[in-house]
């Protein structure tokens, strides 16, 4: 019982979180951990919970990428799911030994695009470069998706650097395509991890459906906040918080 109460709570709060500001995966993987599942389950167990946030997500922003005027939508698609199964394939062959060791990296890591991610753009977007070609964009957005597929943390936000880079300037249509891309990306490489066995079904069901209920609830109450700064610093706390503990496991 206290297995499914860790579960359930981590599943709220990461699904609130995802629908405020991002970082749910901040919870949910460690809690995973924390209830037994190898580091390489529960990072395939947690990005297959928060795939039906992304897919609410990219519904309600589908109107805003059909208006978008920047990247394809039909590259984008190609490219998210070509660095969903490149990731996802990584995953595959990366030794759980050596996966343990790096997931403090990857946290940190991830803890660190969700902090600077945003000031990065607002750079970007000031500087006022021209929008690279098609191929450099393709391959900018290759390499973040490739990340998603490997470890889910993190990825919105590196998404959203990645668009400010590639010469986006529209939020709704950033956030529209970063919701698309999480879709896509997080759908393949989930695919991946079913046919290879490791997802923990019990977990993955009591977190998925905690997590929706905690967007949904997320959802609602982002609209009485006005302070997404402060949320902003405790997501970014929770994953320091959470990267030492890992570094000193």
Do not use: C
Not at 214 to 240: C, D, E, M, P, Q
Request: hydrophobic share 60%.
């Amino acid at each position: 019982m206290t297995v499914y109460l860790v579960l359930i709570l981590a599943g709220l709060a990461a699904g609130a979180l995802n629908a405020v500001a991002g970082g749910g995966t901040f919870l949910s993987f460690p809690a995973l951990v924390w209830t037994g599942v190898p580091p390489i389950m529960a990072n395939a167990t947690a990005t297959l919970a928060a795939l039906p946030g992304y897919l609410g997500s990219a519904w309600a922003f589908r109107a805003d990428i059909r208006q978008g005027r920047g990247l394809p939508v039909r590259l984008v698609l190609l490219v998210s799911a070509a660095g969903g199964i490149l990731g996802a394939a990584l995953l595959l062959v990366t030794p759980n030994a050596v996966f343990s060791g790096i997931v403090p990296w990857l946290l940190a890591f991830a803890t660190a695009a969700f902090a600077f991610g945003p000031a990065i753009t607002r750079q970007v977007a000031r500087t006022g470069r021209g929008a690279p070609g098609l191929p450099q964009s393709a391959a900018v957005l290759l390499a973040v998706t490739t990340y998603g597929g490997y470890f889910n943390g993190g990825v919105g936000i590196l998404l959203l650097a990645a668009f400010g880079l590639i010469g986006l300037t529209d939020l709704k249509e950033m956030n529209g395509l970063k919701n698309l891309v999480s879709s896509v990306l997080s759908a393949v490489s989930v695919a991946v991890y079913v046919a290879a066995g490791l997802i923990v079904w019990k977990q993955a069901l009591v977190l998925g459906a905690a997590s929706a209920v905690g967007g949904y609830i997320g959802a609602a109450l982002s609209r009485r906040i006005h302070n997404v700064k402060a949320i902003r610093v405790f997501i970014t706390l929770v994953g320091a918080t959470m990267s030492l503990a890992f570094f000193l496991q």
